[in-house]
């Protein structure tokens, strides 16, 4: 047992001076013209920088959805793996790789998607990002599409505090 703690401590301290949690969230707005159905998805996201490229984290959030007199709700758990290829001082680039599952009493939809990011820094420890569009695969009960997209129903507004 001492040599377990022991271990443990020494992962610990050997940890990058740039090593850091952060918490943050996701807001986004859908809204499709052919079936009239409007979405709200709020997604609180948590996660671990590991240095400054790379970062994994996760999303749990909920999503109401609303057809014309009928609505829903749905959970949402999206871990994720962030690459940034580029940044300065005040923006970056990001990719983001999400394996996303929705459920509300059974599994509704899964995705794995890759998104660009931009990230503003106005901040040490404050972020703001923009998703920019989504490539991936998605399934649902009873479809299955894949492909990209940049339109407005693929982008997303959020921001994070790193501690």
């Known amino acids: 047992m001492k040599k377990v703690i022991l271990f443990a401590l020494?992962?610990?301290?050997s940890l990058p001076a740039h090593a850091r949690w952060f918490l943050g969230g996701n807001v986004a707005m859908w809204y499709d013209t052919k079936p009239e159905l409007f979405t709200f998805t709020l997604l609180p996201e948590f996660g671990y920088e590991f240095n400054e490229k790379c970062a994994v984290g996760g999303q749990v959030g909920f999503s109401v959805a609303a057809?014309?007199?009928?609505?829903?709700?749905?959970?949402?758990?999206a871990p994720f793996f962030r690459y940034t290829f580029w940044s300065n001082d005040i923006i970056a680039f990001d990719l983001r790789t999400t394996l996303g599952f929705s459920f509300s009493d059974v599994l509704v939809a899964s995705e794995a998607s890759v998104s660009p990011y931009i990230r503003f820094t106005p901040h040490e420890h404050f972020d703001v990002y923009l998703k920019l569009g989504t490539a991936g695969f998605f399934y649902t009960d009873n479809s299955c599409r894949f492909g990209f997209g940049a339109d407005s129903n693929n982008f997303g507004l959020g921001c994070a505090y790193r501690f």
């Open 67 to 77: 057809h014309n007199n009928y609505s829903t709700g749905a959970g949402v758990i």
């Open 10 to 13: 020494l992962a610990l301290l």
